[in-house]
């Protein structure tokens, strides 16, 4: 089954607007960590921004805010004011933490293209 | 700090051949990551080292595929008996991992194209 699921192949977001992208994942581990990278066409990826399973707060990095809903198994990228550079692949990861487990599983992304 | 460096960014060979990748990971991290990207998809785990010792290894890397981390510094990734169906982007990452919240950190990937 997959453990994270990421709907959007694709995003077209007017430069400025707000942008949301959506994940959802799978796990029975109550100990995880939810992740966003950034992947620009160089092919780097870039670490956004973190969400521990047990945080009672959404985590936020700057323009970037992680919308975690428990509940709902959601871990949405929030991204205020989007900018061209903002223009990349986008990937939600997530890491089962119980028993040194240390990979990170990712899903199969979300291409955002901002329009000027 | 300077990231973590692959070498080489791309690499064509034919079919059968051998290759061997570097990943230099960040000063002073002691785990670090392989990871395997297809087109369209999300990077996908391969092995991990903490320090010198391999301690997972993903039933995607076969027996063809060999890790090391002699000196618990940098890393090499060897395929043996290229196939097309290697054909991929590999990444390797690192992390200091002190901390839970501690992520991993990519470099830039070797791309391989299998003829």
């Known amino acids: 089954a997959q453990k994270i699921t990421q709907t959007q192949p694709g995003m077209f977001v007017q430069e400025k607007e707000a942008v949301t992208l959506d994940c959802t994942y799978d796990?029975?581990?109550?100990?995880?960590?939810l992740f966003w990278y950034k992947q620009p066409s160089s092919g780097e990826m870039i670490f956004l921004i973190y969400?521990?399973?047990?945080?009672?707060q959404n985590a936020t990095e700057g323009r970037y805010s992680l919308n975690f809903q428990k509940a709902r198994k959601s871990a949405n990228l929030v991204i205020s004011a989007s900018q061209l550079g903002d223009s990349a692949m986008y990937f939600c990861?997530?890491?089962?933490?119980?028993?040194?487990?240390?990979?990170?599983?990712f899903g199969t992304g979300t291409r955002l293209t901002i329009i000027p | 700090d300077t990231g973590v460096s692959q070498d080489p960014r791309h690499k064509i060979t034919k079919r059968g051949q051998n290759v061997t990748f570097r990943c230099d990971p960040i000063?002073?991290?002691?785990?670090l990551y392989w990871y395997r990207q297809t087109l369209g998809q999300g990077p996908e785990f391969l092995t991990y080292?903490?320090?010198?010792?391999?301690?997972?290894k993903s039933r995607l890397l076969s027996d063809r595929f060999s890790a090391e981390r002699p000196k618990g510094s940098f890393s090499t990734l060897e395929i043996q008996r290229t196939e097309q169906g290697d054909s991929a982007m590999y990444l390797c990452?690192?992390?200091?991992?002190?901390?839970?919240?501690?992520?991993?950190?990519f470099g830039p990937g070797t791309r391989l194209t299998v003829l």
């Open positions: 990452a690192s992390s200091p991992k002190r901390l839970a919240t501690d992520t991993q950190y």
């Open positions: 796990t029975s581990d109550p100990s995880y960590g």
């Open positions: 969400q521990g399973s047990y945080d009672q």
């Open positions: 990861a997530m890491r089962e933490e119980s028993f040194g487990n240390e990979k990170l599983t």
């Open positions: 000063s002073e991290h002691n785990r």
């Open positions: 080292f903490q320090n010198e010792a391999q301690l997972e």
